[in-house]
């Protein structure tokens, strides 16, 4: 299987209850030889309708914050755990994130990435369980945000999903030092 193969499987996905209400299913994207994976939630009600991610207003945040960190979106890779919008934003049940994890297993197996930067909870959970680290209670996950987590030759990343400043503006100026780290771990 190639990344061509992968995203048709996506864009044809059935295998969840979400196929019934997206209108796309939105694959990774950006460099397939980048170094760095970014491994958001879910789209949003804009990517969904357009088709691509992060052209929301988190995404809006989302290209500030590469910016100010001097990170190129065309030398990074960019995905989200789960393929599909989620109505109202809603958090992904189980079941739809084991449906789904497979397709990011297999762009990671792809990418081979030397850094794994999760945004928010359920991403960082998700990868936390594929590699075996210690996964602290669902309250205590905001601790994680900005530390490394070093799995043979690869580093877990986990910083705040962009959307927490729409919600907490003056949360900003920390997220913002965590994304300036990133291109820092990269040896
Ligand atoms: S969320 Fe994932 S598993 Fe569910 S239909 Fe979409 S692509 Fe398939």
Redesign the pocket.
């Known amino acids: 299987m190639d990344f061509n193969e992968l995203n048709g499987k ?1 864009k044809s ?7 019934k209400s ?1 209108k796309n ?1 939105i694959t990774g994207e950006g460099n397939f030889n980048a170094k760095i994976i970014l491994i958001a939630q879910a789209p949003g009600e804009i990517e969904d309708s357009e088709g691509k991610m992060f052209i929301g207003p988190s995404g809006k945040i989302f290209d500030r914050l590469l910016q100010n960190a001097e990170i190129q979106r065309d030398n990074i890779y960019i995905t989200n755990l ?3 919008y989620l109505p109202k934003c809603r958090r992904p049940s189980k079941n ?1 994130i084991e ?2 994890s497979a ?1 990011l297993d297999k762009e990671i197996e792809f990418i081979d990435p030397q850094i794994i930067v999760t945004l928010g909870f359920h991403a960082t959970r998700y990868i936390f369980k594929k590699y075996n680290l210690n996964q602290p209670p669902k309250k205590e996950y905001k601790n994680l945000f900005g530390k490394q987590f070093h799995i043979n030759e690869r580093i877990i990343f986990p910083v705040r999903h962009p959307t927490a400043i729409l919600f907490n503006p003056e949360k900003e100026k920390i997220i913002q030092e965590n994304y300036n780290m990133i291109l820092k771990l990269l040896s």
Request: charged letters at 25%.
């Open positions: 996506i996905c059935t295998n969840c209850r979400l196929h997206r299913a789960i393929k599909c739809e449906q789904c397709y």
